[in-house]
């Protein structure tokens, strides 16, 4: 082979490189030169495909591998499927969200988890009943799930959490610690049902959140979440999603593993939601019963059936939105025929064209209350299992849904992509001056036998949320509660309440 060409089958070098930019190099025959040139440009355009083909490659992976998803409320409504192709691994985290259990992939494993970091404070905690603590006190949250997708339509979903309180004056409160329990445990199967509908079955310990959360929620802000033993089915038909489920509610107690169902507590019920184009959101329909044989209201203790009727028409229309919610119970107390209802509705408007883009709201409640023993039946409403921050931006949860007028605004601004504020300002007065005032699980907190007056009292609250990466948020609240006159013609005058409160979550 002669030199020429051993030069040919060489990689040609920087030097040759430049003759594209400055020209042929000293000392270079013309003929050279131009074979030069021409392998440079060669090499260009072998260089400009691979680049080419690089970004080609890279914006058809964008195109095929979704975002990650969002953590939710409920860890087993998180899809990992997409992390089946290795390209749209691209979390540090991606690893342990998708662990393939088979060749064919079909079967795979998910990790996840939270750890949350809660202090709060109170000031007149109760209304200055019971044991105070002013110095403050530690909520601790570990909770570590996994779900194993097993193929032909069979899922299996464990969660264990831990949840302890350090410093509280008087000990644990129901829904401060469980230092090991668990949380959900289910099985999951895809039954064979008509080509046009979907149906999935649980069986298990699991957990639910209904529409707006104000009759069914995880009641995640208090330290304890919420669970159910039982069954539950999911129906995808006709554009309608709706969950059946017959559960008796978990009981959680301070200790390991020590966290039985209630079995005084039948919970059933059917929720179904269908999006709707013209509301601009959608529509819920829902019919939730309970039996509860030691429920507890200013009337008195006694067995309760109770049947929940209700609507939810909710969505947004330009710059407006609106969330609104009509409910009607029926029923027994105590032998007593039960009748009961709420109206709750929140409507805002979003100042979009604006920096910050501020939403501004206007909220209204009406919960039935108990007309007394001359009434002939029993009135009192009951929100079941409701959100853990029912009022306001902190999670001071002082006076709950029963016997209650609630007339609110709220403030929201998006102070940058990852930090939002948030001010609420809310007034409350009792709806029946035969009732007293509950809480949020409908614990009865005062009664209304020792004051005729109605009002109970405003609060203002605050809060600010800084979301700093996917897997982490921070938030600080505050509110102040001013008591009304029938905290202070009681017979313990009630004082107003100062909270504050700061957490740290890392989710993963």
């Known amino acids: 082979m002669g030199a020429g060409s051993r030069r040919d089958a060489r990689l040609v070098t920087t030097d040759e490189l430049r003759v594209v ?22 090499l260009s355009k072998w ?4 680049a080419l083909s690089m970004i080609s490659s890279s914006a058809w992976a964008d195109s095929i591998c979704p975002s990650p998803p969002p953590y939710a409320l409920l860890r087993q409504d998180e899809d ?3 992390l089946r192709d290795p390209g749209c691994k691209r979390d ?42 002013r110095d403050g006190y530690l ?13 032909d339509g069979i899922r299996l979903f464990g969660q264990l959490s831990s949840a302890t309180v350090n410093g509280r004056n008087g000990g644990p409160r129901p829904v401060d610690e469980a230092q090991l329990w668990l949380e959900q445990a289910f099985a999951q199967f ?32 208090p330290n304890v979440r919420r669970a159910f033993d039982g069954v539950s089915a999911v129906l995808d038909v006709g554009g309608w999603h709706a969950t059946a489920l017959v559960t008796r509610p978990v009981l959680n107690r301070p200790s390991v593993f020590d966290d039985p169902s209630d079995t005084r507590t039948t919970f059933w019920g059917l929720y179904a939601t269908k999006a709707v184009s013209s509301m601009g959101g ?26 929940t009727f209700g609507a939810r028409a909710f969505g947004s229309k330009g710059n407006w939105d609106y969330d609104w919610e009509l409910t009607y119970q029926a029923g027994s107390f105590a032998g007593l025929p039960l009748s009961a209802y709420s109206f709750a509705t929140e409507t805002g408007y979003t100042f979009k064209s604006i920096p910050f883009a501020p939403r501004v709201s206007l909220k209204a409640a009406a919960t039935s209350g108990d007309g007394g023993p001359a009434s002939g039946t029993f009135g009192t409403f009951s929100a079941l299992f409701p959100t853990g921050i029912y009022f306001g931006q902190a999670a001071i949860g002082l006076n709950g849904a029963p016997n209650l007028l609630a007339l609110g605004a709220t403030f929201k601004a998006n102070l940058s992509d990852s930090i939002q504020l948030g001010i609420g300002y809310d007034l409350f007065w009792r709806n029946s001056l035969h009732d ?20 109970i009292g405003d609060q203002l609250s605050a809060s600010i949320v800084w979301r700093a990466t996917r897997h982490v948020d921070v938030s600080l609240a505050y509110a102040y509660f001013f008591v009304g006159p029938f905290l202070t013609a009681s017979a313990i005058p009630g004082r107003d309440v100062q909270y504050g409160s700061a957490y740290v979550r890392f989710k993963f």
Do not use: C
């Open 282 to 307: 959608g529509l819920d329909l829902y019919y939730l019963g309970i039996n509860n044989r030691q429920a507890t209201f200013d009337r008195g203790t006694g067995d309760q059936q109770r049947h």
């Open 190 to 221: 895809d039954v064979p049902a008509f080509s046009s509908a979907d149906i999935t079955v649980r069986l298990g310990r699991q957990e639910f959140r209904f529409g707006s959360g104000r009759f069914v929620d995880v009641r995640d802000g």
């Open 47 to 50: 260089v400009w495909m691979f």
């Open 92 to 133: 540090f985290l991606d690893p342990i969200k998708f662990i393939s259990l088979s060749p064919q992939e079909d079967q795979y494993l998910t990790l996840g988890g939270e750890v949350r970091e809660w202090y709060e404070v109170f000031r007149n905690a109760n209304w200055g009943v019971g044991p105070q603590d």
């Open 80 to 82: 990992y499927s997409y």
């Open 139 to 151: 909520l601790q949250r570990i909770s570590t799930y996994s779900d194993w997708h097993l193929g």
């Open 21 to 42: 930019i400055r020209g042929k190099p000293s000392g270079t025959s013309y003929a050279g030169s131009v074979r030069t040139q021409k392998e440079s440009r060669t």
């Open 436 to 455: 007293g005032v509950y809480g949020l699980a409908g614990n009865l907190l005062r009664t209304g036998q020792e004051s005729r007056e109605r009002y």
